[in-house]
C-alpha cells in the first residue's frame, strides 16, 4: 500500500475526529483498504491522534468559553470530580462503553484537569474493541460483495446491531427500576 494512501487514511481520519465527525464509516472503509490488521492499526492510530487533537482544542481553545456555559451540568461536574481518583481507569471505562459518544468525550475530557497521556493512552486501548469491530464489517462486507462468504458480514452486522440495542435496554431497565 502506498505511503501516501495510508498518509490521506491518516489525515482524513484525524481532521474529521478532531471536527467531531464520528469515524465508523471510515474504520470500516479502513478494513476495506488494508485489511483487518493494517485497518485497525491506522485507524486506532488515527482515531487516536484525532482524539488528541479535539481534547487539545477543547483544553486550550474551547475551556473559558464551555465552562463558563456549562460548570454547573451535572455530568461535566461528575467527570472533573472522577478524573482525580482514576484517570486512566475512568477513560477506558468510557471508551469501553458503546454508549458513550466517541467525539463527545473527546471534548469533555478537555475540559477536565486529566492530564494528556491517561487520556491518550486510556483512549488508544478503549478503542480497540471496537475498531476491530468496524474494520471486520469492513473486511467482511468487501469479501461478501465480491462474491465470497456472506456469514462472516452477516456476523458482525449482527453483533453491531445487538451492541446498539442492549445499552439503550439497560437504561431502561435501569430507569424502570429506580423507586
Known amino acids: 500500500m502506498p505511503c ?5 487514511f491518516l489525515g482524513l481520519y484525524i ?3 478532531i471536527f467531531g465527525i464520528p469515524g465508523t464509516v471510515l474504520t470500516t472503509a479502513g478494513g476495506i483498504i488494508f485489511g483487518l490488521s493494517w485497518g485497525t492499526f491506522w485507524s486506532v492510530l488515527g482515531a487516536t491522534l484525532g482524539a488528541l487533537g479535539a481534547f487539545l482544542a477543547a483544553r486550550y481553545l474551547l475551556r473559558d468559553w464551555a465552562l463558563s456555559k456549562f460548570h454547573r451540568h451535572h455530568v461535566l461536574k461528575r467527570i472533573r470530580a472522577a478524573v482525580h481518583r482514576n484517570p486512566l481507569t475512568l477513560v477506558l471505562a468510557m471508551r469501553f462503553a458503546p454508549i458513550t459518544p466517541f467525539n463527545l468525550i473527546n471534548f469533555l475530557f478537555g475540559l477536565t484537569p486529566i492530564h494528556w497521556v491517561p487520556y491518550t ?4 486501548i478503549g478503542i480497540i474493541p471496537g ?3 468496524y474494520t471486520w464489517l469492513g473486511v467482511s462486507g468487501k469479501t461478501a460483495f465480491s462474491g465470497g462468504d456472506r456469514l462472516p458480514f452477516i456476523f458482525a452486522l449482527t453483533i453491531l446491531c445487538l451492541l446498539s440495542v442492549i445499552p439503550p435496554l439497560f437504561l431502561e431497565k435501569c430507569r424502570s427500576t429506580r423507586p
Open 4 to 8: 501516501c494512501v495510508v498518509g490521506l
Open 15 to 17: 481532521v474529521l475526529t
Open 121 to 124: 493512552l486510556g483512549t488508544f
Open 131 to 133: 475498531t476491530i469491530l
